[in-house]
């Protein structure tokens, strides 16, 4: 080797140990970082000796990263649907309050049992037209925030669509200057880092399927194949409802007019927060509906009142319980959606609105004389709350689209309305749990392949200043190789 050679040798090691320590700094001051991975210098050997830094990679795991990617999508739909479950449940409140609509179906049994033990007191008549009042408004107040539920879960399914196209635009630009990159052979590592974190984001919002092909240009797909993005971001749009009622339809997530969420559509996503939230808008919500829905109708049908007459014509009418346009009672097992809604108690047996409690016990609620059960007005009469109290403890049909007991007593449907609620928590919390569990682990396993290590990154430091320290002692002593040369040239 030639002094010129050694020397040319010595100064690119100092100069490929610079951008290796440069490397290792990168890492250090990011190792913190849960979205950046280790970067390596990669060198190579130079025609006659010496190195040169050739290209700097990350540390990748392809399977790894989908495995977390997928565990993101399913986590984030699950806790979508707790949280709305957590809120339905605030329609049952604490069990020893007694406020929820089950407990006051007991509670206004109880009342027409007092009132019928004691037919001629006006106070326990009252005290059960009070008992029917408290029941339609827990109704009232129930269907409230399930339809608030409803309201809330549209707003955040905007919300994550706003998201989404935000990610969209932004994997958009991170993506062309990785391809760019790419091709003239750029250091495009922190880029591939943004990207990955771009995806985990896309993937709280909807599941998806990643596609890598030349120069580092990735295609992402939903997990039922409908393309996001190549190359360009696919539109993403939904149209918004302001406010949700019973009858209200929520509006499907369209990606380039294919839909993805909703009840129909061949290309649906299966996980991610807009997954749950519209699980919770369209599936889960509407069946507590019903449910209180069918709790109404079995009250309107048991209250209701016929014909007293020789030979009745006159269709049943709402009695005790009534409710916003009623044309009539409602047929038997059939859904009336939005009831819970409307329900109310008859003005003309409620004291606190004029009316006359003691109807409740001589009928004629419905304002025609032709209702009228006690036609003697004896004060002793117990038939007709009898009837009341055999009613509420009869089985009768229910609508299949409550989801719940197709047949039982009022009583117990609404018991069962409960259960299901509960059930439907407990499975929502554990499959949630599960997943966010899944997404740690798999979180975890990735920064094992990727992440820094402090401790490795030190150790290369310490051999890196080894290394300097040979290239410098070797250049001096060419240095003084080279002096003496010229010492004795002279």
Do not use: C
Not at 154 to 173: F, K, W, Y
Request: hydrophobic share 45%.
């Amino acid at each position: 080797m030639t002094l010129s050679l050694g020397l040319d040798t010595a100064l690119s090691g100092l100069s490929t140990t610079a951008d290796q320590t440069a490397v290792v700094s990168r890492n250090v001051a990011r190792a913190k970082d849960p979205n950046a991975s280790r970067k390596t210098a990669n060198l190579v050997t130079l025609p006659g000796g010496g190195v040169k830094l050739a290209s700097i990679t990350r540390a990748t795991d392809a399977a790894l990263l989908d495995k977390m990617l997928g565990a993101t999508a399913d986590a984030a739909g699950k806790k979508a649907i707790v949280t709305a479950l957590d809120r339905l449940d605030q329609t049952i409140n604490d069990p020893e309050l007694d406020a929820s609509p089950a407990a006051l179906v007991g509670k206004l049994t109880d009342a027409l049992q007092a009132y019928s033990a004691a037919p001629q007191d006006r106070v326990a008549a009252s005290s059960a037209v009070a008992a029917g009042g408290n029941l339609a408004r827990a109704l009232n107040d129930a269907s409230g925030v399930v339809q608030e539920v409803r309201t809330q879960a549209d707003a955040d399914i905007g919300a994550a669509v706003d998201s989404l196209n935000t990610l969209l635009a932004r994997l958009e630009s991170v993506n062309a200057e990785i391809v760019k990159g790419t091709h003239r052979g750029a250091d495009v590592t922190d880029y591939l880092d943004q990207r990955d974190q771009i995806l985990a984001g896309i993937s709280q919002e909807v599941g998806i399927r990643t596609l890598t092909r030349a120069d580092n240009d990735i295609a992402v797909y939903t997990d039922s194949g409908v393309t996001l993005f190549d190359v360009r971001a696919r539109a993403v749009t939904f149209a918004r409802t302001a406010l949700y009622v019973p009858s209200t339809t929520g509006n499907a997530v369209f990606v380039d007019g294919v839909p993805i969420t909703g009840s129909t559509g061949s290309m649906l996503a299966s996980s991610g927060r807009l997954t749950g939230l519209t699980a919770v808008r369209d599936t889960a919500a509407v069946a507590y509906q019903n449910q209180l829905d069918e709790i109404a109708r079995g009250l309107v049908e048991i209250f209701a009142e016929s014909d007293q007459s020789t030979t009745p014509t006159l269709p049943d009418a709402p009695g005790l319980f009534t409710y916003t346009g009623a044309a009539g009672v409602p047929a038997t097992g059939t859904l009336v959606v939005g009831l819970a809604a409307s329900i109310k108690i008859n003005a003309s047996v409620d004291p606190a609105q004029g009316g006359d409690a003691t109807r409740l016990r001589n009928g004629g609620i419905a304002g025609n004389p032709a209702y009228v059960y006690n036609t003697t007005g004896a004060a002793a009469y117990t038939d007709r709350l009898q009837e009341f109290v055999d009613g509420l403890g009869a089985a009768r049909a229910f609508d299949p689209a409550a989801q719940t007991t197709p047949a039982a007593t009022l009583a117990g449907f609404a018991a069962s309305s409960v259960a299901w609620l509960a059930e439907a928590r407990q499975t929502a919390a554990n499959e949630a749990d599960y997943r966010t569990t899944l997404l740690e682990r798999s979180s975890e396993a990735l920064s094992e392949v990727t992440g820094v290590n402090i401790d490795e990154e030190m150790t290369l430091l310490l051999e890196l200043e080894r290394s300097y320290q040979a290239s410098t002692k070797l250049i001096s002593t060419i240095d003084s190789m080279l002096r003496a040369l010229l010492a004795a040239a002279q």
